[in-house]
Nanobody, 121 residues
Framework: QGLLVESGGGLVQPGESLRLSCTAS???????????VGWYRQQAPGQQRKLLA??????????ADEDSVKGRCTISRDIVKKTVYLQMNGLVPEDTAVYYC?????????WGQGTQVTVSS
């Protein structure tokens, strides 16, 4: 079994930065670097989670893919710590959401419990 735990969320002011963490534990994640990990967010209950950025198996960093965060977010991986980060800069109120990480490889799919980010003055 495996577990993903997100952390690093909180209340920030517009323009500030945050780094979210997604830490893996459990035997199934012994080689966490070989899992593809994505950061998603859900901006309101009932809305679909939107994929923001992905770091593929065997890679350690990538830029965000989603238009609303492109140029402001970077995803990266610390192989030793079994942690994937989402660095977010220049936060705006529209970034308010619950942020989730997902790890997958063929036949396996895991979600974390989410971490709340609120951007407000």
């Amino acid at each position: 079994q495996g577990l993903l735990v997100e952390s690093g969320g909180g209340l920030v002011q517009p323009g500030e930065s945050l780094r979210l963490s997604c830490t893996a534990s459990g035997d199934i994640f012994e080689r966490f670097d070989m899992w593809t990990v994505g950061w998603y967010r859900q901006q309101a209950p009932g809305q679909q989670r939107k994929l923001l950025a992905t770091v593929s198996a065997g890679t350690v960093t990538s830029e965000a893919d989603e238009d609303s965060v492109k140029g402001r977010c970077t995803i990266s991986r610390d192989i030793v710590k079994k942690t994937v980060y989402l660095q977010m800069n220049g936060l705006v109120p529209e970034d308010t959401a619950v942020y989730y990480c997902n790890a997958h490889k063929p036949g396996s799919y895991y979600w974390g419990q989410g971490t709340q980010v609120t951007v407000s003055s």
